[in-house]
């Protein structure tokens, strides 16, 4: 739905353009319609009051799409399902650092992504998805949604995946390619997938009646301040807000971003599976904005003093750190072309396996041994036993996850406290 021109929806001062940082104080929001409150209250409702029985009517019809908006007119609030003002100014703003028309925020980056994948996808199509995804997804695409006459086509930049090439050939057979599904970087490997040759082959897949497969990024991992995926040729982009966005490993939440007339067709799917937030995460999550910048620059600093001690540690042999990339790694000109910066999240694996990895976990003092990522604290966890357990060794060992390895996510702190521990846990090795 386009959004009418408001001051508080004004980007710019006379000529000059404000930035993402400046406008997550205050876009979207008008002190006016709430007493004056210098921050967005709570919304703590299931439903709202109409003023006459005519203006319910006139809310439901543009609701249900029963007719076109008049000029000056924006859907009016009805019920919390539908939507509710901390979504409304939520989406507002998290459309301002990927660029995207509009935005939908969800009651989990699941939600976000099967709402997403529901809305599009259709019996006979097939989905064509990066390998390795997030443990979730990778059980949507290849238990739930096979359920529904969808079926999975995984493709890779590692030995023994098909090529998105080949997966595209191998898709085509079996029916019409109803998305291409990318998760860039990889977890937890930070394989990179090129979103702008996925976005081109898509468009390539044109078909007279215009239809072609969507490019849908989950873009958790460096989003939204280092990667944006529409400008490199996506047409949707979901998040797990848990992650980066939320930031403080307090809420569980997701979002869609694109253009207007996708993102109304998502909206009607979620209105119907009521997979939308509620006010308190919304609330939450304006709150967690205000700080995103400042949070990632600090963990994305902070990871390459830790992925730097980590490199020269003699007890560890690798470390999958997108900063370490090599000029002549064809994953470089990816980085390049794609990503503004390496984040704050990877892994690394210590000399020996299993044994070695866990002495070194169950000696940590400050970071917290947990899964998710994202958050202000650093986090640290065994992908092979813990994330990515339930994917087959052989698998495993093709993607290079091995026992040996262990995920980081850098958060806040004096980058030296967290190495001061790394240290002390590697020494017990
Ligand atoms: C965590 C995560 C998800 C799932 O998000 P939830 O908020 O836990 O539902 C999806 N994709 C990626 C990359 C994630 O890290």
Redesign the pocket.
Known sequence: MKKLDKPYRHREIGTHKLAPETLMMSYGYDPKLSEGSVKCPIFQTSTFVFKSAEEGKAFFQLAYGLREAKPAEEPGLIYSRINNPDLEILEDRLTLWDNAESGLVFS????A?STTLLTFLRPGDVLVRSEP??G??EFLAEHVLPQFGISDQPFGSYRGTPTLEQAVEAARARGRIGVIFV?TPA?PTNDLIDIARCAEVARSLQGPDGRRPLVVV?N??LGPLWQQPLECGADLVVY????YVGGHSDL???ACLGPDALVSSVHGMRTILGTMSGPHTGWLLMRSLETLKLRMTSSMKNARYIAEFLAEHPKVDKVHYLGFLEKDDPQSGIFQRQCKAPGSTFAFDIHGGEAEAYRMLNSLRLCRLAV??GGTETLVEHPATMTHSDVPAERLAQMGVTSAMVRISVGIEHPQDVIADLSQALDTV
């Open positions: 989990s980056g699941m939600s992504i995804v997030y979730g997804t998760e977890n989950d958790t991992f797990s807000l848990t992650k569980v939440a997701g998710s990522l």
